[in-house]
């Protein structure tokens, strides 16, 4: 009798851990994981030590936050961005200390929106994922909205997609395939087929003003207004949208299961694994407002100095656009898919390169464009031939290289020579007259 209890029992502790295990993994998304591989446990021995017990609070929820992450030494660079501003130590070092800034502070907010998961439920988890997962690119688009810089938006955002799919794919693929020569490297090709459809349809709907324009500009059709091309992306940015939402209730709902990361432990892991939040309800909302604030300061501040940047260094807009800027504010994002390449864990890698890549086209874009139609700003989808055509061929190449289900090395090099490509024909751009804020048909057409 005794030993049938003590099984029961023991079943129904196993039990509750599996519970607990999968309410721990419901929440948790790739991009929540790649930004966990850079946090690391912090030691509160010296907060204890703090004679008033009233403060231990409030200094251990500070340490947490700031000190949590391998990248706290990044942190300096947000003050003195701020000195920077109002010592006027010149245009070009607040540029780029604002762009160090944004690293730690993209790296934090993911950590915050994941600790408010814990209260919130595997669902909302996912919407604030998907709401804060690109904040730092929707903050700078906006900024660049109210300043009438629609070059900086579309070069800005189809640099963060191209340097998904290229640069951070590539880079993983690379370095993972190399770490890994006697092993196989599978990942699961549903979630990649699916991210690919949506990447597809956003070149679709970012082609169709370009195609329109140049139809007409060679009198082979006519429009009935001159607005066509902006009523047209305005269209199509609605659908997108709806797009997206569908995908999210794919993602979230009926079909959970395919972007759950599968591996999450590994006993070679240094990984700071949590099993229940670090942070209230509360604070995590605070400083998570906190951090949204301390994000759009500093993106004002990249957006106001870019065209000094572009001058001191002598390189077009385009250029630190489409390339610098997407790298350095990504970067912890993008560190995070190249260490689970290394562990071979590539599900996790796509889930971070291509959901991100799909979170911009299919969500944070046409949600420029319809923030700049309620502000009064002409903003379409047409991102111009040279930028059309190189977005074509990342996602064509991306979709070749994601269709057997297993990767190597060589298909991680592939990748970054094809970035490279791309970079070096922004690198020879030279900034044009134009602005490039006029954006209607009948401005454009030739």
């Not at 790649?34 to 009233?54: E, G, I």
């Not at 690119?137 to 640099?159: H, R």
């Not at 656009?321 to 995070?336: D, R, T």
């Amino acid at each position: 009798m005794d030993s049938s209890a003590a099984a029961a029992a023991a079943l129904l502790e196993a039990g509750d851990g599996h519970a607990k295990e999968l309410r721990h993994l419901g929440h948790r998304t790739a991009h929540s994981m790649s930004s966990s591989s850079l946090r690391k446990k912090s030691d509160t021995s010296l907060v204890r030590k703090v004679p008033f017990a009233a403060l231990r609070p409030f200094l251990s929820t500070l340490q947490e936050v700031l000190l949590g992450t391998r990248l706290f030494v990044l942190f300096p660079a947000v003050g003195l961005a701020v000195l920077a501003r109002y010592m006027h130590f010149g245009q070009v070092w607040l540029f780029v200390l604002s762009l160090i800034g944004l690293i730690p502070l993209a790296e934090r907010l993911s950590f915050l929106t994941e600790q408010i998961a814990y209260y919130t439920g595997p669902t909302v988890g996912g919407l604030l994922n998907a709401t804060f997962g690109n904040v730092t690119e929707v903050i700078i688009a906006l900024f660049a909205l109210s300043e009438g810089k629609i070059t900086v938006v579309k070069c800005s955002l189809l640099g963060s997609i191209l340097s998904n799919l290229l640069l951070v794919l590539g880079t993983s693929l690379f370095f993972g395939g190399i770490a890994n020569l006697g092993s196989e490297q599978p990942y699961d090709k549903k979630q990649a087929d699916v991210s690919t459809g949506l990447l597809i349809l956003g070149l679709l709907c970012n082609s169709m003003p370009l195609m329109l324009r140049y139809a007409v500009s060679a009198g082979e059709h006519a429009v009935s207004s001159e607005d066509a091309g902006l009523m047209l992306s305005r269209a199509c940015s609605v659908v997108m949208i709806l797009a997206y939402a569908a995908y999210l209730y794919f993602q979230l709902k009926t079909h959970r299961q395919l972007f759950e990361p599968q591996e999450v432990e590994d006993d070679a892991d240094d990984l700071v694994s949590e099993d229940e939040p670090v942070l209230g309800f509360s604070c995590a909302m605070i400083w998570l407002a906190v951090m949204t604030v301390m994000t759009a300061v500093l993106s004002e501040y990249v957006v106001s100095t870019i065209e000094a940047a572009s001058k001191s260094w002598e390189l077009s807009v385009s250029f630190i656009s489409v390339i610098l800027i997407p790298i350095v504010g990504n970067a912890a994002e993008h560190a995070g898919a190249v260490i689970f390449a290394f562990k071979n864990k590539l599900d996790i890698t796509l889930g971070v390169s291509l959901g991100s890549a799909t979170q911009i086209s299919m969500f944070v874009v046409p949600l420029s464009v319809i923030v700049a139609w309620i502000m009064g700003v002409p903003m379409d989808l047409d991102l111009n031939l040279l930028e059309t055509g190189s977005l074509f061929l990342a996602i064509l190449m991306t979709s070749f290289t994601l269709q057997d289900g297993s990767s190597h090395y060589l298909k991680g090099l592939f990748l970054l020579l094809c970035y490279a490509v791309i970079g070096a024909c922004f690198f020879v751009l030279k900034q044009s007259s134009s602005d490039g804020n006029n954006l209607n048909l009948s401005s454009r057409s030739a």
